[in-house]
């Protein structure tokens, strides 16, 4: 029971939202993407497809860089933008008083114990619109240590969690409604004094479900982490389910990988 207008051109069909004052021209939400609708026209009705959002413009993007310090605390600051259907998500903090808002931001970022210093959103309402959620947090303890070596996580802003559990008798096929990408890359300054003692192995994951890998290099006194996740959209068959939860297991424990630093001398 909802109404959006289809204006025809030539090559294309530009979709207007009538209900949403926020949506921009043009944008399709994920209440409105890749969905089968009742074209009403003069001569009749048709029933069509709206556009889908292809894996690379349904994303989420993460570029940072953390200060480490000789204490074991740092300082990261990130940017994530939000396209495609993700947009929405983010968009509705806009929407809110600044209480709420911090409140909610602060309940999105998945560090154990951080102290938000500043954040700004950045909207880009076009086309394609984006939403760039800009943060910078204090972390008291960012590195662990075990004697004289420090182990240091590096998927610091988006690490995969919150696996639904496996299934030994599932009746219902697996549905995952859209195609959906994240890039990340966080750059790790070291603090002086200290060096890198070794680095894991990169990790790549290619399954029917999604690829999934990382890559980590140390360049001069900087450890930089690249980090890509793709899930593919589809129905697959029941007997599949739990292999698309063990790939997403994997892609948990990747997630945790940790590099080894130690102090000189």
């Known amino acids: ?23 921009p021209a043009g944008y399709l939400s994920d209440f409105t993407d890749d969905r089968y609708v009742l ?5 009749g009705g048709q029933l069509v497809k709206t556009p889908g959002y292809a894996i690379d413009e349904n994303n989420k993007a993460i570029n940072g860089s953390i200060q480490l ?12 933008t939000y396209s495609g259907a993700t947009y929405d998500q983010v968009y509705r903090l806009t929407l809110m008083d600044e209480k709420d808002r911090r409140k909610s931001i602060i309940k999105s970022i998945q560090i154990p114990h951080f102290d938000l210093m500043d954040y700004q959103l950045e909207v880009h309402k076009q086309r394609e619109p984006v939403v760039d959620k800009i943060i910078k947090v204090n972390i008291p303890a960012c590195y662990t240590t075990v004697g004289e070596k420090y ?10 969690s919150g696996l639904p559990p496996y299934s030994r008798n599932r009746t219902t096929p697996l549905y995952w409604e859209r195609n959906y990408s994240e890039d990340d890359t966080l ?8 060096d890198v003692e070794t680095l894991p192995d990169a ?22 982490y690249r980090r890509h996740l793709e899930i593919y959209k589809g129905t697959y068959p ?3 389910y739990n292999a698309f939860i063990d790939f997403l297991s994997k892609v948990v424990q990747a997630d945790k990988s940790q590099a080894i630093i130690t102090r000189n001398g």
Do not use: M
């Not at 300082?75 to 994530?80: A, K, P, Q, S, V």
């Not at 182990?151 to 995969?160: D, G, P």
């Not at 750059?187 to 200290?194: A, H, I, N, S, Y």
């Open 151 to 160: 182990f240091l996580k590096l998927n610091q802003a988006n690490e995969l």
């Open 203 to 224: 990790k790549q994951l290619d399954t029917e479900f999604g690829t999934y890998y990382f890559t980590v290099e140390k360049s001069n006194q900087k450890i930089i």
């Open 69 to 80: 310090k000789a204490d074991g605390s740092a300082i990261l600051n990130y940017t994530r």
């Open 1 to 23: 029971n909802h109404i959006i207008v289809a204006v025809p051109l030539q090559k294309d069909t530009v979709w207007l939202e009538c209900t949403s004052a926020f949506s």
């Open 238 to 240: 029941k007997d599949k």
């Open 39 to 43: 074209l009403i026209k003069e001569d």
């Open 187 to 194: 750059t790790f300054d070291l603090p002086e004094g200290f």
